[in-house]
């Protein structure tokens, strides 16, 4: 009875919401919070979308976090020792990336459309700054997606979006707690007929905010002696544990 309560008022104030903009664009969607705040102790957070539409369609959510530069490195063996042997960087790349869809992305997203709105991960486009042949790019590119996923920066699967009746509609974006700080993008797509009707693009801000963001300010601003301070605090700890476990 609570939740039929929560999705009722969730589903009429979203009709409040949406009203006014419904009579211009057939499709509307918002997020419950624009700012991701990383404080200490900060273990991940769930950040709401929720949207309507005029009419049916598909729906996918393309989250992308700031762009960054990766370097992507293959070990041998080399003399009975492994070593990087090769390396490729990659440029201009997601360093979050995140798609959820209203069902299986395949059933109804083109590759054509998919590669023009970078839709699911084996479209995002990676430029490498290297010269590598196809194959040994091919190689590193999945090694870089593979690293990213054990991370948890690039998702492992597409998540759900559900529909609350034929028009409205709703899906949790997971941010873990290794996130990058930045200006996120998050893409909404409705698609009919496998082709892109409308879109709507907004921003999401991660941030840290509070003791832990003055840290790491200060680390950035002045490297030198934050490495400094951590050497002398380390060495104050040891101190202070040593002369307790001789008081023992």
Known sequence: MRRLRTV????????LLMA??????????????????????????????????????????????????KVVRR?????????????VTFTDVPSFYAV?????IEQFVSDSVGARHEIG?????????DVAPAEDLSEF???????????????RETA?????????????????????????TVAVYLLRDGEVTSAEITPLVVSKVGFSARIFDFAHRHAMAYGVLAILFAVVAGWIASAVFRKE
């Open 75 to 87: 070990k041998g063996r080399v003399g009975g020792i492994w070593i990087n042997t090769a390396e």
């Open 121 to 129: 991960i084996e479209q995002v486009r990676l430029t490498a700054s």
């Open 141 to 155: 590119r999945e090694g870089f997606i593979r690293n990213m996923q054990r991370s948890d920066l690039y998702t």
């Open 8 to 15: 009722t008022t969730f589903a009429f104030c979203l009709a």
């Open 100 to 104: 959820a869809s209203s069902r299986p």
């Open 20 to 69: 006014p903009r419904m009579a211009t664009t057939d499709l509307v969607a918002d997020l419950s919070n624009h700012l991701v705040s990383i404080t200490t102790g900060f273990t991940g957070a769930d950040i709401l979308l929720f949207g309507a539409t005029e009419g049916e369609g598909d729906v996918v959510v393309v989250v992308r976090g700031p762009n960054a530069t």
């Open 160 to 184: 759900q979006i559900a529909f609350l009746g034929n028009r409205l509609f709703r899906t949790d974006i997971y941010f873990p707690d290794n996130a990058p700080t930045g200006i996120y």
